[in-house]
């Protein structure tokens, strides 16, 4: 089973900027897409950005210029920096990432989900 921990949610003014972090540990083979999702507060979750292991990327158009997501493959790990923050980007943000294990299961693939960490925007 491949674990994600997410760390970085917080409360921050109109403006501001913050990073999340999203960490895989367990037996892994590869990581192939990493990304985050965010719920709003009554709506569905949606998709933030993605990126491949090649480093293509993929926004949702409200956050185009504002976000950037990036990776760190020795680390198995998934950024997401923040900019320019809104009240309307005020979310619980869970990290994603599919790939396939290491180890006695190798080659299967798996598609794991953080916990969320929550991200306020408000003065």
């Known amino acids: 089973q491949v674990q994600l921990v997410e760390s970085g949610g917080d409360l921050v003014q109109p403006g501001g900027s913050l990073r999340l972090s999203c960490a895989a540990a367990?037996?892994?083979?590869?990581?192939?897409?990493m990304g985050w999702y965010r719920q709003p507060p009554g709506k569905q979750r949606e998709l933030v950005a993605a990126?491949?292991?090649?480093?293509?990327?993929n926004y949702a158009d409200s956050m185009k210029g504002r976000f950037t997501i990036s990776r760190d493959n020795a680390k198995n790990t998934v950024y997401l920096q923040m900019n320019s923050l809104k009240p309307e980007d005020t979310a619980v943000y869970y990290c994603?990432?599919?790939?396939?294990?290491?180890?006695?299961?190798?080659?299967?693939?798996?598609?794991?989900w953080g916990q969320g960490t929550q991200v306020t925007v408000s003065s």
């Open positions: 994603n990432m599919i790939g396939s294990y290491g180890g006695y299961r190798y080659g299967q693939s798996f598609n794991s």
């Open positions: 367990g037996s892994i083979f590869s990581i192939n897409v």
């Open positions: 990126i491949t292991s090649g480093g293509t990327t």
